[in-house]
Nanobody
Framework: QVQLVESGGGLVQAGGSLRLSCAAS????????MGWFRQAPGKEREFVQA????????YYADSVKGRFTISRDNAKNTVYLQMNSLKPEDTAVYYC?????????????????WGQGTQVTVSS
């Protein structure tokens, strides 16, 4: 069992930056691939970025390429999402997720555990 708690969301102006954190409970965090997803009002949840269990590979959505960076610290049981050059269309609730048997990393169905989400609002 893994419990995930996101933090770091908030209100920021367009062009600004935020860093989201996702703290995981349990001693098996390093066994899980981790992903960030987001969901805007009236839209489906969409993939943002993901990282393998040891951090050797990352995956990203085209919409965040060059602006967002995912990283993890297995010693701290934490995964991060650094978001730069934020745009109003990045406004959403951001969720972190953990999966033990990820294949594509981009499908929400592959993930076993989810956090409650943190709101990110980007004003124009």
């Amino acid at each position: 069992q893994v419990q995930l708690v996101e933090s770091g969301g908030g209100l920021v102006q367009a062009g600004g930056s935020l860093r989201l954190s996702c703290a995981a409970s349990g001693r098996t965090f390093s066994r899980y691939g981790m992903g960030w997803f987001r969901q805007a009002p009236g839209k489906e949840r969409e993939f943002v970025q993901a990282i393998t269990w040891n951090g050797d590979r990352t995956y990203y959505a085209d919409s965040v390429k060059g602006r967002f960076t995912i990283s993890r610290d297995n010693a701290k049981n934490t995964v991060y999402l650094q978001m730069n050059s934020l745009k109003p269309e990045d406004t959403a609730v951001y969720y972190c997720a953990a999966g033990s048997s990820l294949r594509t990393y981009g499908s929400s169905r592959e993930y076993d555990y989810w956090g409650q989400g943190t709101q990110v609002t980007v004003s124009s």
